[in-house]
């Protein structure tokens, strides 16, 4: 009876937030940049609205903050002022961001019981930084976003979880929480060198590196870097070095159709939160992308392997790869966050083996269409260091509908189904776990 009463509840907040977005999309208009004695201000405003509804939570084990709850309705918003200056110094330009954001996670609370319950909520500074510029050079200081290539490393400070940002599925803190960038552009040749702090959900974890990338106009980009963390108080990040290596974006010699994705990522150093293994985790994926020709919607479709090592149970050493900061939306929705399901709520990039196969069209510019489907494995037979007789996870489908306009609106709705193999049945249970949700963004 109580989830029956949750969907009830469920249904009509809904539709207000959908007539309210709805007028919104109506009128939603950025602000232009101003200039007052010099200075040049940039205002604007993102809105974002999350609703998901979800039957057979965690495969019939149920939300974890509420063990049998398999039916879960969440509800999370957020809003976002931000205010963007500049001004002319020197030979170059002194700028800054600052930005707040309200957040908050409504109805029966974050879809698995993981990451946030019903009543969170925050306000806090998002963006505070300052800097100065020029056509090869910029330094900057204070919280601020920061990302290298795909995002697969270094993508977001944040993991947005309800008891620090109000929420998890909108994701609208993007900044570090500090930072210090230094980077270098000459010619097709990027380079920075960096300081970071991550939220609390990633354990305060403060980190510091360099990167360089080079970019080859029809092939491609090229880059590596290498990440220190040099103290963290959570998911065993403190002591790891990482080097990452990657090609994106490369099409094949006589096939310009066909563009090859692939990254590698080895972490080293010692495992200071876990007595002082030494760390021996390797993580890596090759993606195909290829824009079918001959048909009337531009149409793509990708492959991808990727393989996140998991710990050897019986091993000296910790090979478990850790997920790192890998960010929300890169190239397009979930690059990284590889399932609605697996990708959000079981499996993080860690421990994994995940072969993907997706279908993306565009009937217009402006929409697409999209079905994706995931195969999920465990890359050693245990779970977070609990022994498994099977790696099987779970298979997965995903389906979509994404609506673009410039910069002011982004919406998705759709559908994620997943139905649990060996591994999943021996953790949460037999079920089918459904989740119906749209994503909306708008920014004035």
Same mark, same amino acid.
């Given at each position: 009876?109580?989830?029956?009463?949750?969907?009830?509840?469920?249904?009509?907040?809904?539709?207000?937030?959908?007539?309210?977005?709805?007028?919104?999309?109506?009128?939603?208009?950025?602000?232009?940049?101003?200039?007052?004695?010099?200075?040049?201000?940039?205002?604007?405003?993102?809105?974002?609205?999350?609703?998901?509804?979800?039957?057979?939570?965690?495969?019939?084990?149920?939300?974890?903050?509420?063990?049998?709850?398999?039916?879960?309705?969440?509800?999370?918003?957020?809003?976002?002022?931000?205010?963007?200056?500049?001004?002319?110094?020197?030979?170059?330009?002194?700028?800054?961001?600052? /930005?707040?954001?309200?957040?908050? &996670?409504?109805? *029966?609370?974050?879809?698995?019981?993981?990451? @946030?319950?019903? $009543? =969170?909520? +925050?306000?806090?500074?998002?963006?505070?930084?300052?800097?100065?510029?020029?056509?090869?050079?910029?330094?900057?200081?204070?919280?601020?976003?920061?990302?290298?290539?795909?995002?697969?490393?270094?993508?977001?400070?944040?993991?947005?979880?309800?008891?620090?940002?109000?929420?998890?599925?909108?994701?609208?803190?993007?900044?570090?929480?500090?930072?210090?960038?230094? /980077?270098?552009?000459?010619?097709? &040749?990027?380079? *920075?060198?960096?300081?970071?702090?991550?939220? @609390?959900?990633? $354990? =305060?974890? +403060?980190?510091?590196?360099?990167?360089?990338?080079?970019?080859?106009?029809?092939?491609?980009?090229?880059?590596?870097?290498?990440?220190?963390?040099?103290?963290?108080?959570?998911?065993?990040?403190?002591?790891?070095?990482?080097?990452?290596?990657?090609?994106?974006?490369?099409?094949?010699?006589?096939?310009?159709?066909?563009?090859?994705?692939?990254?590698?990522?080895?972490?080293?150093?010692?495992?200071?939160?876990?007595?002082?293994?030494?760390?021996?985790?390797?993580?890596?994926?090759?993606?195909?992308?290829?824009?079918?020709?001959?048909?009337?919607?531009?149409?793509?479709?990708?492959?991808?392997?990727?393989?996140?090592?998991?710990?050897?149970?019986?091993?000296?050493?910790?090979?478990?790869?850790?997920?790192?900061?890998?960010?929300?939306?890169?190239?397009?929705?979930?690059?990284?966050?590889?399932?609605?399901?697996?990708?959000?709520?079981?499996?993080?990039?860690?421990?994994?083996?995940?072969?993907?196969?997706?279908?993306?069209?565009?009937?217009?510019?402006?929409?697409?269409?999209?079905?994706?489907?995931?195969?999920?494995?465990?890359?050693?037979?245990?779970?977070?260091?609990?022994?498994?007789?099977?790696?099987?996870?779970?298979?997965?489908?995903?389906?979509?509908?994404?609506?673009?306009?410039?910069?002011?609106?982004?919406?998705?709705?759709?559908?994620?189904?997943?139905?649990?193999?060996?591994?999943?049945?021996?953790?949460?249970?037999?079920?089918?776990?459904?989740?119906?949700?749209?994503?909306?963004?708008?920014?004035?």
């Amino acid at each position: 009876m109580t989830t029956v009463r949750s969907f009830d509840r469920f249904t009509p907040r809904v539709k207000q937030l959908a007539l309210l977005a709805a007028a919104t999309t109506a009128e939603v208009t950025a602000y232009d940049p101003v200039t007052v004695a010099g200075w040049t201000l940039e205002p604007g405003i993102e809105a974002r609205v999350g609703l998901q509804y979800g039957d057979g939570i965690n495969f019939g084990f149920g939300a974890l903050d509420d063990i049998g709850e398999t039916r879960r309705s969440s509800a999370s918003l957020s809003l976002e002022p931000r205010l963007g200056f500049e001004h002319p110094a020197g030979a170059g330009t002194f700028f800054g961001a600052v /930005s707040a954001v309200g957040a908050t &996670t409504l109805l *029966d609370g974050e879809m698995s019981g993981q990451f @946030g319950r019903s $009543g =969170d909520s +925050r306000i806090d500074v998002d963006e505070a930084h300052v800097g100065w510029r020029n056509d090869h050079f910029s330094l900057s200081i204070g919280p601020r976003e920061f990302v290298v290539a795909d995002g697969l490393v270094i993508g977001d400070g944040n993991f947005d979880i309800g008891a620090e940002q109000g929420q998890f599925w909108v994701a609208p803190f993007n900044a570090w929480k500090n930072a210090a960038v230094a /980077s270098v552009d000459h010619g097709s &040749t990027h380079a *920075d060198a960096f300081w970071l702090r991550s939220d @609390g959900g990633f $354990g =305060d974890a +403060r980190l510091y590196g360099f990167n360089v990338e080079q970019s080859v106009a029809g092939r491609g980009r090229f880059g590596a870097m290498y990440i220190n963390i040099y103290d963290g108080d959570a998911l065993a990040y403190d002591g790891v070095e990482a080097w990452n290596l990657r090609a994106l974006d490369v099409p094949v010699p006589g096939l310009p159709a066909l563009k090859l994705f692939a990254e590698v990522v080895w972490q080293l150093g010692t495992d200071d939160d876990g007595g002082g293994a030494d760390n021996n985790g390797l993580g890596w994926y090759v993606e195909t992308a290829y824009t079918l020709p001959a048909v009337p919607w531009t149409t793509i479709v990708t492959y991808r392997y990727s393989r996140f090592s998991g710990n050897d149970l019986g091993s000296d050493d910790n090979e478990t790869y850790r997920p790192l900061f890998y960010g929300f939306y890169a190239r397009e929705w979930d690059t990284f966050y590889q399932g609605e399901i697996a990708g959000e709520y079981h499996l993080f990039n860690s421990n994994q083996v995940t072969q993907f196969v997706k279908f993306r069209t565009f009937p217009q510019a402006s929409i697409a269409l999209t079905v994706y489907y995931f195969q999920h494995d465990l890359e050693e037979r245990n779970y977070y260091g609990t022994p498994l007789a099977s790696r099987d996870w779970a298979d997965e489908i995903n389906a979509g509908i994404e609506y673009f306009r410039g910069q002011e609106i982004y919406l998705y709705a759709g559908v994620a189904w997943s139905t649990p193999n060996a591994a999943a049945r021996e953790v949460y249970g037999d079920d089918d776990f459904t989740v119906v949700q749209t994503w909306m963004s708008f920014n004035f």
